[in-house]
């Protein structure tokens, strides 16, 4: 979710250097692997339309990892204030670097593929708004009551699960076959080499979720536990009307899901083919290891279904 101030930044005004040292420090902790060469794209064999469409995809996508960085520094800031362990944050201050990796490299592409300097502004494409979570603030701790009493963590503990359970359990975990799927279906290199890259950190990401949820949910009580079995359903609405595109899981039920390389493609997929992606996952990867974690997926399922 994101603000978009009028006359605020534009995606290629996050893409500038501040300095030479900031640009060495930068690169050092953030380009962990081989950085795409952007400057090799050649937009001849690309018709505009195709190129408008990919830059807007890109652009979004760009716009969702900054999203990212933004959840997942609120998220460390609130554990760390809860004191928990170093596991955690250490790892969770991993994903907030590759977050920030990840909405570079797809803004960049998306740069390349619309220089809006030589072709003109495409509306909303190169907005670069205020990110904003989909979710309220963390709680602040309670002072204690008295010196020497304990600081009541429960609060943020709770809202934190409830994070983790949204943007890395089911985000990660359902952005790795959509990313796969790209992959595939790219046949422009750098394309390619985009979702590759952000791929090989999306199963990190995803594992970080679940690991570091199962650590949470034995510190929580009864009434928080039964708050995340009820937020799943509303997860599950949010995510589906996202990816899905109005798309029902009785339309594709039944449907052989085919992603193979074919005709030219900029690393983009139809919104029926994301729908086959997403109920796949949820029914052969995330059900499964919520059920591990106690949750009853089955009234989730039902209760995603329900008109608010």
């Keep these: 979710m994101s603000d978009a101030p009028a006359g605020g930044p534009t995606l290629v005004a996050a893409l500038a250097s501040p300095s030479p040292r900031l640009a060495t420090i ?15 794209f050649d937009p001849a064999p690309w018709s505009v339309d195709q190129r408008r469409r990919a830059a ?10 900054l999203g990212s960085v933004q959840q997942f520094s609120e998220l460390c800031h609130a554990l760390a204030t809860a004191r928990v362990e170093f596991e955690i944050l250490g ?22 593929l619309w220089p809006a300097e030589a072709l003109g502004p495409i509306e909303d494409t190169l907005d670069w708004p205020r990110p904003r979570a989909p979710w309220r ?35 990660e975990t359902l952005s790795r076959p959509m990313l796969e799927a790209l992959a595939i279906v790219a046949t422009e290199p750098l394309a390619e080499a985009v979702c590759r890259q952000i ?3 999306e199963h990190l990401h995803a594992t970080f979720g679940w690991e570091a949820l199962g650590a949470l949910l ?50 983009v997929l139809d919104t029926r083919q994301y729908a086959m992606i997403y109920f796949a996952c949820v029914e052969g990867e995330i059900f ?21």
Excluded: Y
């Design 199 to 201: 791929l090989r950190d």
């Design 218 to 267: 034995p510190r929580l009580g009864e009434d928080d536990r039964a708050a995340l079995q009820a937020q799943l359903g509303e997860d599950l609405r949010g995510f589906e009307r996202t990816v899905c595109g109005g798309i029902d899981i009785a339309e594709v039920a039944g449907c052989e899901l085919v992603i193979e390389r074919g005709e030219p493609n900029l690393g």
């Design 91 to 112: 790892s969770l201050a991993r994903l907030i670097t590759d977050e920030v990796r990840h909405a570079q490299l797809c803004t960049e592409f998306a740069a390349v």
């Design 288 to 308: 499964p290891r919520l059920r591990e974690l106690g949750f009853d997926t089955q009234s989730a399922w039902l209760a995603r279904a329900k008109p608010r």
């Design 56 to 65: 807007r995809e890109w652009a979004h996508r760009g716009r969702n990892e």
């Design 26 to 40: 930068h690169r050092r902790q953030v380009h962990r692997d081989p950085w795409p060469d952007f400057s090799t």
């Design 137 to 171: 603030a963390a709680p602040e701790l309670r002072r204690p009551r008295a010196e020497g009493d304990p600081d009541d963590e429960s609060a943020v503990l709770r809202w934190a699960a409830s994070a983790i359970l949204t943007a890395c359990c089911l985000g």
